[in-house]
């Protein structure tokens, strides 16, 4: 059985992921705006509302003896009336072949491109101006030259050329004012959430409370209180009760809200508090609540072959999800499954850029225990 690792949210990122990572896909993030493998890949929108969508977190997650470059992206609709919906969020898979030249020179090829952006790509005569003319002679020579008449008709010229020069600038200013606040209302330029790196660690059995940071013995002493319960007599009673019968100790560890799925989730995560996402490729999901009979994982639909769990998005990740200048959540939820594809299936001749996955969400039965 493979290990499970553990997403824990990092420091804020403060500028373009670009300078962090290269090629910037393969960086583990939450928020901000996706790194695609490929150009000019639309911004996702919502199933039910048609608003774009807003990345939640960019995984680079490639799979063993795989000769694949593989990033998952996961987005969300920020929608009152598309919180706690599966169909409000979407999760896309993209590849790359790992000895394809442009995964080595991808991110090169953007700063290359700015740095040849030499005046002589602006117009032949970039380089020319503010040249002496043909004959060797100065423009400010040629104009003390001049006679006195000849001078007043420049100066003239002159400052009709001011005038018409400011008034082109202040309406060129408007367009541009203009362009900016439409282009801040269409889709594809809408701010994105705040980013943060992700930390992975691997998952430990849950530890003596001697070993617990401080912070983290605060949690858990709050929700013990909260619960009336110890969590790790629970975890010791799990082990040693019987099957059947002897059950009046089990039920003074009982969580007061009765849902045993939900307190062995709560128990679980208590060795970690602090943790966004769980990654166990084709392992088993922590349940939150039981999955309705319905929620059936359907095959990938480009060959058909079987999905297998791979990553879950936990409930501390939603106060991480915020827009910058904004100190309120934008989504809500309890937690996500992600399946994915087992064969990874991907086409080599470049018409796919991703290819969409499926994705479980709940709603947090008690939301407040997370934030």
């Not at 969590?231 to 010791?236: C, N």
């Not at 827009?323 to 309890?334: I, K």
Request: aromatic share 10%.
């Amino acid at each position: 059985m493979s290990a499970v690792l553990l997403g824990v949210c990092d420091e804020e990122m403060k500028d373009d992921v670009s300078h962090f990572a290269s090629p910037p896909w393969t960086c583990n993030k939450i928020g901000g705006k996706p790194d695609w493998m490929y150009s000019e890949c639309p911004r996702p929108v919502c199933k039910l509302c048609g608003e774009p969508l807003y990345l939640v977190v960019q995984m680079y997650c490639p799979l063993a003896e795989s000769l694949y470059h593989r990033t998952l992206y996961v987005f969300a609709c920020m929608a009152k009336s598309c919180q706690n919906q599966s169909e409000s969020w979407i999760v896309l898979r993209s590849q790359l072949l790992a000895d394809n030249d442009s995964s080595k020179t991808q991110h090169q090829e953007v700063q290359e491109h700015h740095a040849a952006m030499a005046t002589s790509d602006w117009c032949d005569e970039a380089d020319d101006w503010g040249d002496d003319g043909e004959d060797g002679i100065s423009v400010v020579a040629k104009f003390d030259n001049l006679g006195s008449e000849d001078k007043s008709k420049v100066d003239d010229r002159n400052c009709e050329n001011t005038i018409a020069a400011d008034r082109l600038h202040t309406a060129v200013q408007a367009v541009e004012k203009l362009s900016l606040e439409q282009s801040e209302h269409s889709q594809g330029d809408r701010p994105w959430f705040k980013g943060y790196f992700i930390n992975v660690i691997e998952e430990e059995t849950l530890p003596a409370n001697g070993d617990l940071t401080q912070h983290e013995q605060k949690l858990l002493a709050e929700y013990e209180e909260r619960e009336g319960i110890s969590v790790l007599d629970f975890e010791m009673d799990s082990c040693t009760r019987p099957k059947s019968g002897a059950s009046e100790k089990y039920e003074k560890v009982t969580a007061k809200h009765g849902d045993k799925i939900f307190q062995k989730f709560l128990k679980r995560v208590s060795s970690c508090p602090d943790q966004c996402l769980r990654y166990e490729w084709d392992g088993h999901p922590l349940l939150m609540t039981a999955i309705e009979e319905h929620s059936r994982v359907p095959a990938c639909s480009h060959c058909k072959s079987d999905r297998v769990f791979e990553v879950q998005l936990m409930p501390t990740l939603v106060s991480r999800l915020k827009l910058h200048q904004s100190e309120e959540s934008a989504v809500d939820f309890g937690t996500v499954y992600i399946f994915t594809c087992k064969d990874s299936c991907w086409n080599t001749d470049g018409s796919y850029k991703y290819k969409e996955e499926f994705l479980i969400l709940q709603p947090d039965p008690d939301q407040k225990y997370f934030k």
